[in-house]
Structure formats: structure tokens, C-alpha cells
Nanobody, 123 residues
Framework: VQLQASGGGLVHPGGSLRLSCAVS????????MGWFRQAPGKERESVAACTWNGGVTFVADSVKGRFTISRDIAKMTVFLLMNILKPEDTAVYYC?????????????????WGQGTLVTVSS
């Protein structure tokens, strides 16, 4: 499984960005997909996740109400729509796959990682 993230950039506070993660290789409906981020000097944290066949999603409290995860099965792509961005959202964002999850949290480490895409929120 290969994951290719894109869509990062520089945005003003209050702005929006949509990240995309193109998935290739053998993936099946049991794979969960998600987004993580790592800010300078901080640990990597989970941001949002969903089951590949839909129905279950997780969103971190820090972004709840502002970020939305979705996927397009036909295009083999996972999206992270980020609204009302704040300076504290500045980080490298990574897409990942192959972990266990509940609606409340991710319960195992991802098996697959994409390269990061930098999101900078600054005026």
C-alpha cells in the first residue's frame, strides 16, 4: 500500500485547506484510514480517521467541528477538509492506513504512512 499526501500550504488564520491522500496498492474494506500531524517540537498526534468502507469516524477534540474526514472509494482517495484554521494547526500532516480504531480513539499504530505535507497557518 502506498499513500501520497498533497494539498498543504500557507493559509491565514480562519482560512481553509483540503488535504488529499491518494491510495494505491492492495487495500481492502478492512483498512482504516486517517490523518496525523506533527508540530515542531511535539509528538505526532492523530487528527481524524475513518473506516475505508465508511460508517465509523474519529475526530480529535482539538479539531472537532472544524475538520472533516471523508473518502472517495472510486478515486481511492481520502480527504481532510480543514476549516477555521488556527496557528496551532501548523504542522506536517501525514496520512496513514492499517490501524484499529473506535469512534473515540485510534487503538493501534498505523502499518502504512504517506509522506508529510506541511500546513502553515499564519498571518
Amino acid at each position: 500500500v502506498q499513500l501520497q499526501a498533497s494539498g498543504g500550504g500557507l493559509v491565514h488564520p480562519g482560512g481553509s485547506l483540503r488535504l488529499s491522500c491518494a491510495v494505491s496498492g492492495h487495500i481492502n474494506s478492512t483498512y482504516n484510514m486517517g490523518w496525523f500531524r506533527q508540530a515542531p517540537g511535539k509528538e505526532r498526534e492523530s487528527v481524524a480517521a475513518c473506516t475505508w468502507n465508511g460508517g465509523v469516524t474519529f475526530v480529535a477534540d482539538s479539531v472537532k467541528g472544524r475538520f472533516t474526514i471523508s473518502r472517495d472509494i472510486a478515486k481511492m482517495t481520502v480527504f481532510l477538509l480543514m476549516n477555521i484554521l488556527k496557528p496551532e494547526d501548523t504542522a506536517v500532516y501525514y496520512c496513514a492506513a492499517g490501524f484499529r480504531m473506535t469512534p473515540q480513539s485510534l487503538t493501534s499504530r498505523p502499518t502504512y504512512w504517506g509522506q508529510g505535507t506541511l500546513v502553515t497557518v499564519s498571518s
